[in-house]
């Protein structure tokens, strides 16, 4: 059916925004003209209120992606839905596109954790959100984070490494870019979640 195609121009608002964004369907068919807010860092998100689990989550942007999304956003009032329901009405396959926006964004990490420099703002950001968000809700206060998930480079191995092969996908991650994308992009808060379930998707 035409209606499935990712090129199809009746729902091409949403597939591009997707490609920018990589959220759910029914996260996409949930925002509103307030949910482009600024994070504990300064970086511009979209603000997914209640996400999978009924979880709060802020979905970041990259920089050359927000003159973009901010025009979906432009003039419109607080509480007016940025989709219409039908432009959801289909079965297109918004997992895919969130998957390759995964894919874009460990891309931009990687570079910029090549330097020492680099690295120590990745994990000085990672620190804040993970402190703000990721909380113990017996105790109350945040979980604590390894430093381990964030030290050189995540393997695939066994059956994932040769699917990984046999695509053209890598078959190595730096841990600390990988994290960026899991818990800035994907709000999963771990790397084997965001490699098995998005980065070999094809």
Aim: hydrophobic residues 30%.
């Amino acid at each position: 059916r035409t209606d499935n195609k990712l090129d199809n121009a009746k729902y091409i608002r949403t597939t591009e925004f997707q490609k920018c964004v990589g959220i759910r369907r029914a996260e996409l068919l949930r925002l509103k003209g307030s949910d482009l807010v600024r994070d504990e860092s300064g970086h511009l998100c979209v603000c997914v209120r209640r996400g999978k689990g009924g979880k709060y989550q802020l979905q970041k942007i990259l920089p050359e992606d927000e003159a973009f999304v901010k025009s979906y956003f432009k003039e419109k009032a607080p509480d007016e839905p940025i989709f219409d329901r039908s432009e959801l009405r289909n079965k297109i396959p918004y997992h895919y596109l969130r998957a390759l926006q995964a894919r874009r964004a460990y891309q931009y990490y990687e570079k910029l954790v090549r330097t020492k420099a680099g690295r120590a703002k990745r994990e000085k950001e990672i620190h804040k959100r993970w402190n703000k968000y990721n909380i113990n809700p017996k105790t109350g206060k945040p979980k604590r984070l390894d430093p381990k998930v964030m030290r050189g480079f995540y393997f695939l191995r066994g059956d994932t490494k040769q699917f990984a092969i046999q695509h053209g996908l890598p078959t190595k991650y730096d841990k600390l870019a990988l994290l960026a994308v899991s818990i800035f992009h994907l709000s999963h808060w771990r790397n084997d979640v965001s490699v098995e379930s998005y980065m070999l998707v094809i």
